[in-house]
């Protein structure tokens, strides 16, 4: 697989990565397997998918844990990043904490899930309003001088943050939600990362599974947190059925998959993107891989670009 880099910290990365969230946390929570998510990594990671993006706040603490297991043996091709900043409880109830203490602490206890001495990316999973960014930022460049983390990077941020940031410490990354049914980011976000030769990472890149075309109403289930979410109502996903069907139109052109439609729009948007997929199976993961070998035509873009806007918000 072709490789990009992770902004200026010298990382490079194959163009894309495995988020790996969903092995243990909000997606059908009750079909954990994790002998089988350990699978899905060592293959990943056999064909040049080597950066794994995980969170202290996945599970809570579960996710670090499989990946933990998965890495021995295998320290060496994998590029990791985890986050901190979010804090929760089983319902999804969300907080933040963003105090340079909490952040030391953080990246400590995730190293020991882990099981290595550091990570290669450490980000910022949300700003925490009640203390200013350039405290919690400069906690973050405190774990790169103290050997830590090799680089580290802001999830859902705002421009203005980001130039906050970058004149502490360089950003290596900014991850948000990009996809051909979310496209805020695209907006003001990813021309600065452009401008600024920071790496973009789009998490939920396959819009939640929503566009593969192979998610229905009946398959969320109550543990499931999309089912919380308004554009997982079976009224929202009716009417946002039209958005899939482009991306089918388009695929069946190409002979390939709507997942790989979806991925390879992304990585057509600039070269600092690197989308970051989640899945439990080897299957799918290789059908994502297999994205990087697609090329969209002029007349392709031109339908995706002209997509509507999807029924019901984010959250």
């Known amino acids: 697989m072709k490789t990009r880099a992770l ?11 495995l988020g790996c969230m969903g092995m243990t946390h909000a997606y059908d929570v009750g079909s954990r397997d994790d002998a089988t998510s350990i699978a899905v990594i060592h293959r990943a990671l056999e ?28 320290r060496d091709q994998a590029v990791v990043a985890t986050k901190c900043g979010l804090v929760t409880d089983p319902s999804f109830t969300y907080g933040r904490n963003g105090s340079p203490d909490y952040v030391r602490a953080s990246c400590d206890a995730s190293l020991q899930r882990l099981g290595v001495d550091h990570v290669d ?23 790169v001088e103290a050997g830590k983390t090799r680089a580290i990077g802001l999830s859902e941020v705002t421009v203005e943050e980001l130039e906050t940031c970058h004149v502490i410490y360089p950003v290596a990354t900014v991850q948000s939600e990009l996809s051909l049914w979310t496209r805020d980011w695209a907006v003001e976000v990813l021309p600065w ?19 593969t075309g192979a998610l229905s109403a009946d398959q969320i289930g109550s543990d499931d947190f999309r089912a919380s979410l308004p554009r997982f109502s079976p009224e929202a996903m009716a009417a946002n059925q039209a958005l899939v069907d ?15 439609v979806a991925l390879a729009w992304l990585l057509a ?18 059908e994502n891989v297999a994205a990087s070998a697609v090329v969209l035509r002029p007349e392709d873009l031109a339908d995706l670009d002209a997509m509507p806007a999807p029924e019901g918000g984010r959250y």
């Not at 482009?246 to 790989?260: D, E, S």
């Open 7 to 17: 902004g200026s910290s010298g990382i490079e990365v194959g163009e894309i990565g």
């Open 246 to 260: 482009t991306v089918i139109a388009v695929a069946a052109r190409l002979g390939a998959t709507p997942a790989q």
């Open 47 to 74: 064909i040049g998918v080597t950066l794994l993006d995980t969170a202290d706040v996945y599970g809570p603490f579960t996710n670090e844990e499989v990946i933990g297991r998965a890495l021995v043996g295998h």
């Open 193 to 211: 990362c452009e401008a600024n030769g920071v790496a973009f990472l789009p998490f939920s890149p396959l819009g939640r599974g929503f566009l």
């Open 121 to 143: 990316l450490y980000q910022l999973h949300r700003v925490d309003p009640e203390v200013p960014i350039a405290e919690t930022w400069g906690a973050f460049a405190g774990l």
């Open 269 to 286: 948007r600039a070269p600092q993107v690197i989308p970051i997929p989640g899945t439990k199976r080897v299957s799918r993961l290789e």
